[in-house]
Structures are given as structure tokens and as C-alpha cells.
């Protein structure tokens, strides 16, 4: 089955859009549909790429969404899905995109505080092969079209969760995710692996009256979900630090009823899935000259630390 659905793809001969903004994760109900659908509203000269891992489902939502939608399939944790579905955009943007913006929007959680206990062992693998090494993955896939961009972007979808992990964690592994200047993608794929080993033997131990999360022996707060936002943003920093010409950034889009969310049962109030599109869309195509310095973005707009206060 071919990647990208033909009826959009042919629409790309003869689009003069000035920018491709690329969405992973869509799915119908989540906060990628949101940011579509708000980048679509900022600019009519702007076109997306909604990726899904079936083909079928990115089809739907193009259509969905009109005839600046095009859809393309992609599964962030395979090398060889990750570069088709880049050679896919490719032949997209083709020479009437000179801009080009990547949002790693997709996502996979298996621990999350409302989720019922104990967690399962597996959870930090699947957790870290989407958030983290597959956001990595089409990332570096995309990475030659990205810089060949006058204006290449890179939004990383977050959350809070990231910056609460690191608040939790100790300080010296505090420290080896804020070490800018040293830091490198080994440094954060050793990390991630100590991770993975200490949660799996933590969730076999874990008793009725001592379940997951807590902190490691080597000082790691054993919640994968967070612990793989925490390694994003340090990811990120990187990719900054390397390319300085690309806009490498993290958000939160805040507090979003999304399936993720959807077993929550607090009284925290909830944003639809385009009020927490908003802010991403605004940092894959709004005016850079409005943006401050690479960091982690809340909904309001304002830079933070990646550490939660």
C-alpha cells in the first residue's frame, strides 16, 4: 500500500503553501487533530502532513481536514517506516516548500498516576521506544530536509510529567540531563537503558503495599512516562546545540481530554483538543521573531525550566 494517499499527493504539484508543518500521532481524538486543525486556521498558505501509523486513519483525518491536508504513514519505532515516510514528504513539499516544520506529537503512556497499579514490567520499553527513540528516529530520517529549510522547526510534544521527573529524580541524575555543554545522545540512550533495567526489576517486586513509582537505588524516579518527557527535553537540547539554525523546542499543551486522559478521574479542569493545539501550532508556523530562546514552552506561551518548581 503506498505511503501517502494519492489524492493529496497529487494536490502538492500544484500547492504554492509556504510551509509544511508534519504532525506525528494523529489519531481522531488526540491533541495532533488539534494542532492540524489550528495551523491549518493560522495561514492559508500552509499545509500539514498528518502521520498515523495505518495509512487508513491518516487518510481519514487528511480528509477531514480538507484539501491542505495530506497523509502519510508512519510507526516511529521502525528505522525503515521513519525514512519511507520522509522520502514520502519529500516528494510533498517538493521545490514550492522552502519551510518545513516537525511536530513529534506521537505518544504512548502505560503508567500514568490515574492508571491502576502495579504497573506492568513492560511499560518503560514501549513507554521509551515512542517517546523518546522514536521521536529521535524521524527526527534524524527528517533532519537533511529540516536544515536544508530556510526556517526548519522541530515542536516536541511534552509534558509536565517531564519536568516533575526531573524534580524527583536525584540530583547528580538531575544534573546529567541539564549538562547542556557535555551531554550527548549516548549519554541519554545509557540513561534511558539503566532506566528500562531498574523499572523492569522494580514492577517484579512490586507488593500491594509497595508498588511503582519510586526512586531507584541510582536515584532514577521510576515512572517511564515522565522519565522519557525528561530525556525529550534533553534530547532536545542537543539538536539545538548541534543545528543552531533549527528552532528546536518542547511544550506542554497543558491539561487535555484526550484518550490518554480519558480514565482520569479528578476534578482538574480539562482543554479540548484545539484549545491545547493552539500553542503548538503557534511554534510550528507563527512568526519566529515573537518567539524567545530554545526551552520548554507552557500553553501561556512562557519559557520555563525543565525542572518543575
Given at each position: 500500500m503506498s505511503l501517502v494517499l494519492p489524492l493529496f499527493a497529487a494536490l502538492a504539484t500544484t500547492a504554492e503553501a509556504s510551509r509544511l508543518v508534519v504532525i506525528s500521532g494523529c489519531g481522531s481524538r488526540g491533541v495532533g487533530l488539534g494542532i492540524a486543525r489550528k495551523v491549518l486556521h493560522r495561514d492559508e498558505n500552509?499545509?500539514?502532513?498528518?502521520?498515523?501509523?495505518?495509512l487508513e486513519r491518516a487518510s481519514s483525518i487528511a480528509?477531514?481536514?480538507?484539501?491542505?491536508?495530506?497523509?502519510?504513514?508512519?510507526?516511529?519505532?521502525?528505522?525503515?517506516?521513519?525514512e519511507a515516510a520522509a522520502a514520502?514528504?519529500?516528494?510533498?513539499?517538493?521545490?514550492?516548500?522552502?519551510?518545513?516544520?516537525l511536530v513529534n506529537n506521537a505518544g504512548f503512556a502505560a503508567d500514568l498516576p490515574w492508571f491502576p497499579t502495579p504497573w506492568p514490567s513492560s511499560a518503560?520499553?514501549?513507554?521509551?521506544?515512542?517517546?523518546?527513540?522514536?521521536?529521535?528516529?524521524?527526527?534524524?530520517?527528517?533532519?537533511?530536509?529540516?536544515?536544508?529549510?530556510?526556517?526548519?522547526?522541530?515542536?516536541?510534544?511534552?509534558?509536565?510529567?517531564?519536568?516533575?521527573?526531573?524534580?524527583?529524580?536525584?540530583?547528580?541524575?538531575?544534573e546529567q540531563l541539564l549538562a547542556t555543554e557535555a551531554l550527548t545522545w549516548d549519554g541519554i540512550a545509557t540513561l534511558a537503558d539503566t532506566f528500562?533495567?531498574?523499572?523492569?526489576?522494580?514492577?517484579?517486586?512490586?507488593?500491594?503495599?509497595?508498588?511503582?513509582?519510586?526512586m531507584s537505588a541510582s536515584g532514577l524516579w521510576l515512572q517511564s512516562y515522565g522519565f522519557s518527557k525528561a530525556c525529550l527535553a534533553a534530547y532536545c537540547?542537543?539538536?539545538?546545540?548541534?543545528?543552531?539554525?533549527?528552532?528546536?523546542?518542547?511544550?506542554?499543551?497543558?491539561?487535555?481530554?484526550t484518550e490518554m486522559s480519558s480514565t482520569y478521574t479528578g476534578d482538574a479542569d480539562m482543554r479540548t483538543i484545539d484549545e491545547g493545539g493552539e500553542m503548538p501550532a503557534w511554534l510550528a508556523c507563527g512568526d519566529r521573531a515573537d518567539m524567545g530562546a530554545t526551552g520548554f514552552y507552557m500553553p501561556d506561551r512562557s519559557v520555563v525550566s525543565w525542572v518543575a518548581d
Open positions: 500552509v499545509e500539514v502532513v498528518v502521520m498515523a501509523r495505518k480528509k477531514e481536514l480538507g484539501k491542505r491536508a495530506h497523509a502519510v504513514e508512519c510507526d516511529v519505532t521502525s528505522d525503515t517506516s521513519c514520502a514528504i519529500g516528494s510533498i513539499g517538493g521545490k514550492t516548500m522552502q519551510l518545513l516544520t518503560a520499553s514501549s513507554t521509551l521506544a515512542v517517546n523518546l527513540f522514536g521521536a529521535r528516529r524521524l527526527t534524524q530520517a527528517l533532519l537533511p530536509q529540516l536544515l536544508a529549510s530556510s526556517d526548519g522547526r522541530v515542536v516536541f510534544i511534552s509534558s509536565g510529567g517531564g519536568r516533575l521527573n526531573m524534580k524527583r529524580m536525584s540530583e547528580e541524575r538531575r528500562t533495567s531498574e523499572y523492569e526489576e522494580a514492577a517484579l517486586h512490586q507488593t500491594e503495599s509497595h508498588t511503582l513509582p519510586f537540547q542537543i539538536l539545538s546545540r548541534e543545528h543552531p539554525s533549527l528552532k528546536a523546542v518542547t511544550c506542554s499543551p497543558g491539561w487535555v481530554a
